[in-house]
């Protein structure tokens, strides 16, 4: 079991910002290892890889029922 800790504060954004960062910091830690904590950070390496692959994966997606 893996738990992610992500701030909430006046420079997190809006709710969907935040689950958006919730849900990369999953990612992250999920590929990371089992049985850690991963604490959500904008210069987080792990984070930033995910977060910019999961853009891409939606570009893509969208992309493709354009076609």
């Known amino acids: 079991m893996n738990i ?3 701030s909430i504060n ?5 709710m969907i910002e935040i689950l958006k960062n919730a ?8 590929e ?3 049985n850690r904590i991963h ?3 904008e210069e987080d390496k792990n ?4 977060h ?6 939606g570009r893509i997606e ?3 029922e354009k076609e």
Do not use: P, T
């Not at 006046?10 to 809006?14: A, D, I, K, L, V």
């Open 4 to 6: 992610v800790l992500v």
């Open 10 to 14: 006046r420079s997190s954004g809006n």
């Open 23 to 30: 849900d990369a910091a999953c990612y992250a830690a999920k």
């Open 32 to 34: 990371s290892s089992r």
């Open 39 to 41: 604490i959500f950070g």
């Open 47 to 50: 984070f930033s890889q995910k």
């Open 52 to 57: 910019g692959d999961m853009k891409w994966v």
């Open 62 to 64: 969208k992309a493709l």
